[in-house]
Structure formats: structure tokens, C-alpha cells
């Protein structure tokens, strides 16, 4: 198919264009100015992909150069911050007239209106796991040491709070000790929640992130890698829980040796019915 990669920050973006090319799909890159890595110039060249540089508000111009290349369906790949999204962007009129539909200006709500837009100019969404499958967390323990009965105890009740969190739209990590509620994540993103998690309550803490519970797989879906357990070895967290099936593992084997290497436990949490996930 005829693809346009819409880039944020990380190496997401990279990931999917690798994947879509060994694919064989034809791939225009459209890299987010404020967000994207410049070596995705580089990547979308030795792809042989053209790529265009755009402001984040500038929805416009997005559609038509995705139109021009003939690109069918796209893929949201990559952070963007929320604080960029609801503010200090210039937005284009096509960007206003999405905002003006909004009735909450949340994150589902803004890229659901996005891809509604999309869709409507005859370019299709898609699900943003659907070439990387085999980065997609197993459930189980998938670090070399389990958790601890005070660690499965913390799992337990950081899910129930989580959930929560992320049916309201408001973050999906929250991180917690001795079965207390140390930060959540609003806006700024799942290392600053460690980082600020570390120096609130010290080592110990464990983080846990879920997907929600009607979690859309084409965009804001939950990402780990490598400089997630950067972050915790330097906040002293010791565990992390994450959604089996709905949470990207960018980095793959790094990130479990990284873990290991630290005395940090991962866990992917089953499918159950009180979950973000499909029992």
C-alpha cells in the first residue's frame, strides 16, 4: 500500500518505517519540525522515501501532501507532547475547524478528530502496532527476577488506580509505594512521572503503565524502551508493570538486559476482565 508515516519524536517512527519498507509498502514520511529526530533524513534516505518537514498545526498541508504522494492510509508514529498539542503550536484552518468539532480537548479527542478529517479525504488511520507485532510485550515476568510479594502487592493496587486514570484520559502511568499513590502522569510524559516518582519517595517505588480501556491501537498507544529503564535505575525504582499485547517494547532485548542488569523486574500483565485489555 501507498503509506504516509506521520513522525513525533523517539525511534518509533524509525521502527515503522524499517518495517513497512522490508514490507514493501511505498512510504512518504511526513516529520513533525518540533518533534521528530533530524537522522530521520537519513533513514527516509536510505529507504529511497521522500520525506516533508511540517509544524505540528499545519493539518493542511499534512493531508495534501500525503493526497500528492497517493498515500491510502497513514500511521501516527512517535511522541508528541501533549503540552505541544494544547499549546504553542500556530494552527492551520483546517487544524482550527478540528478544534472548533471538540468538545473536550483531550488527547482522544483531538487525533480521533484528526483521523475522522483523514478518513474523510479518503486516507485511512491504522492501527500503529500493525508492522511491529513482534515488539508488542508478552504477558508474564519477562525479566530474569519475579516480583517481590511487596512488589506484586504494589502491581495490584497500582492497576486499580491506573485503570482509572486512563479511562479518564488523563495519563496512562502512575507510580506508587507501600500501596500509596506517589505521582501521576498528566501531560508531561512516563520518565518525568519517574523521575519526579524517585525524588518524592525515594527507591522502591514501582511504576506501572497501562493501555486503555478502549484503548485506540492507531495512536497514543503505551511505548517502554531503552531510556524508560534509564529513568528508573536513576529515580531507584525497582519494578514496572506494563499491559501484554497493547505496549510497545521499542527497544526489545535491550530493555530486559538493561532491567536485568539492574535488579529491575518487568511484568506484562494478562488480559482480564477488570483491565484496559480484552479478557
Known amino acids: 500500500m501507498r503509506l504516509g508515516l506521520i513522525a513525533g519524536n523517539g525511534k518509533f517512527p524509525f521502527l515503522v518505517l524499517d518495517a513497512a519498507r522490508a514490507q514493501g509498502h511505498d512510504v512518504t514520511v511526513i516529520a513533525t519540525k518540533e518533534e521528530a529526530f533530524p537522522e530521520l533524513n537519513d533513514a527516509a534516505a536510505r529507504h529511497g522515501a521522500p520525506i516533508h518537514w511540517i509544524s505540528i498545526g499545519q493539518l493542511g498541508k499534512c493531508i495534501s501532501l500525503l493526497k500528492d504522494a497517493g498515500a491510502t492510509h497513514a500511521v501516527m508514529a512517535g511522541q508528541v507532547k501533549h503540552t ?26 483531538l487525533i480521533g478528530a484528526v483521523a475522522k478529517v483523514l478518513h474523510e479525504r479518503g486516507i485511512e488511520l491504522i492501527d500503529s502496532t500493525l508492522l511491529l507485532q513482534p515488539l508488542l510485550a508478552r504477558s ?31 495519563g496512562q502511568t502512575v507510580a506508587v509505594k507501600h500501596q500509596a499513590v506517589v505521582a501521576v502522569e498528566a501531560m508531561e510524559g512516563t520518565d518525568e512521572v519517574i523521575g519526579r516518582a524517585g525524588y518524592l519517595a525515594g527507591a522502591g517505588v514501582r511504576i506501572v503503565k497501562v493501555a486503555k480501556p478502549r484503548q485506540d491501537m492507531r495512536f497514543d498507544v503505551p511505548v517502554i524502551g531503552f531510556a524508560t529503564i534509564q529513568a528508573m535505575r536513576v529515580a531507584g525504582a525497582s519494578a514496572l508493570a506494563i499491559d501484554a499485547g497493547k505496549t510497545l517494547v521499542l527497544d526489545g532485548d535491550a530493555v530486559f538486559a538493561s532491567a536485568d542488569e539492574a535488579g529491575i523486574v518487568i511484568v506484562g500483565r494478562q488480559a482480564t476482565a477488570g483491565s484496559g485489555l480484552p479478557a
Open 84 to 109: 505541544r498539542i494544547f499549546g504553542g503550536i500556530l494552527p492551520d484552518l483546517t487544524f482550527i475547524a478540528v478544534l472548533r468539532q471538540l468538545t473536550s480537548r483531550n488527547t482522544d479527542g
Open 140 to 170: 508474564g515476568v519477562l525479566t530474569r527476577r519475579s516480583p517481590t510479594t511487596e512488589e506484586q502487592q504494589d502491581f495490584e493496587f497500582g492497576w486499580r488506580m491506573a485503570d482509572a486514570i486512563a479511562a479518564l484520559d488523563i
